[in-house]
């Protein structure tokens, strides 16, 4: 799993290198009727829906276009479809079932479908009328940690390249906002290099305590999703549950014991009486709280230095994926490889279609 984390600042490149490829069907697709869409709807669950909450406002600041982002099993239960939305389905493997289901509810609808997938003959991608590929490649474990970064990336850019369609974007602007992307890029090992450093040095603590709440602002709040997400599928040995700033403090707060461990994600800028006010908090009246990023309150926090503004939930995932990991690593735990995975057989956990046998 480690080296998986350390290969996605190269895979993120890649990505950003090969984008006028990997979207020329939709561009092609879009420009012949640039007024029709006026929503997108990205669909996808577990880490295809925690990347798609820490990116699609940015989707929608890039491309000038409403999104937003809704778990299958929602969606195929909705009333009402919208004609002149893009509707995007997002399953790395593509054998997602209830994604390939909204895929197909969507086309009974008359509407637009676009599979982000790993390669265009998935399940998923088969069933869709447009094609992207994530650009993840392949990947060993099925803990995504790569497949997170690309689906969020891939989603930025798939925005960028709209916005630029369309004109809500000067041609300066969108080459701006690569630029940004790069420079994403080369501060991911450095993020990578400080997270390691920083927890080798509170992994005890961190493995003492039994729960873990994460809280994020914006895009970070899709971090925060991930991050708890990872927490439960990597060690284990804890309940973790990830909160947007403000919604966390409407009852969860009221459950935190001297065992909750709080992580913060702070920009410097989104929500910081909150995110202050929960750290101090935790830290003067319960145990244990720690701020990630800017505004740190002592020593103990991470001042995580992120570069970029529309791209830093993807310079603060790899402190939640190594989070995971080094904890899980201090526990002895193991982490199994993709194909030594153990599913269960009873059908209400077999969420994928390859394990209905379709």
């Not at 820490?54 to 600041?61: G, P």
């Not at 509170?202 to 927490?231: Q, R, V």
């Amino acid at each position: 799993m480690l080296s998986c984390i350390l290969r996605e600042d190269k895979v993120s490149r890649s990505i950003i290198d090969n984008r006028k490829e990997t979207f020329k069907q939709l561009l092609e697709y879009y420009c012949k009727d640039t007024g029709r869409f006026n929503e997108i709807v990205i669909v996808g669950s577990g880490s295809s829906f925690t990347s798609t909450t820490a990116a699609f406002q940015t989707v929608e600041r890039f491309s000038g276009i409403c999104t937003n982002a809704m778990m299958p099993n929602l969606f195929i239960n909705k009333v009402a479809y919208n004609p002149n939305a893009l509707y995007v389905f997002i399953s790395q493997t593509g054998s997602s079932a209830l994604t390939q289901a909204g895929v197909i509810r969507a086309r009974e609808h008359g509407c637009v479908t676009l599979a982000v997938s790993e390669a265009p003959d998935t399940k998923v991608a088969s069933e869709a009328e447009l094609f992207v590929n994530m650009g993840a490649g392949f990947e060993e474990y099925g803990q995504r940690t790569i497949g997170f970064c690309a689906t969020v990336l891939t989603e930025m850019l798939m925005g960028l390249e709209l916005g630029l369609a369309n004109g809500h974007l000067s041609q300066q602007e969108y080459d701006a906002y690569i630029d940004e992307a790069y420079r994403m890029c080369d501060n991911v090992p450095k993020v990578i290099e400080a997270s390691d450093k920083w927890l080798a040095a509170h992994l005890e603590n961190l493995s003492s305590g039994d729960n873990f709440m994460l809280f994020g602002p914006k895009s970070l709040y899709g971090i925060a999703l991930e991050g708890a997400l990872k927490m439960l599928e990597v060690v284990k040995k804890f309940g973790a549950v990830g909160y947007e700033m403000d919604d966390g403090l409407h009852g969860p707060n009221m459950g935190m014991t001297d065992k909750t461990r709080v992580i913060v994600l702070s920009d410097g800028v989104s929500d910081q009486p909150l995110a202050q006010g929960i750290a101090r908090y935790v830290k003067n009246e319960v145990g244990t709280a720690y701020i990630v990023g800017k505004n740190v309150i002592d020593d103990s926090d991470f001042e995580l230095n992120f570069v970029t503004e529309n791209f830093l939930s993807l310079e603060f995932a790899p402190f939640v994926q190594l989070l995971s990991y080094r904890l899980a690593e201090y526990l002895g735990v193991e982490v199994p490889l993709f194909k030594d995975l153990v599913l269960p057989d009873q059908k209400y956990f077999n969420t994928h279609t390859e394990h209905l046998g379709k």
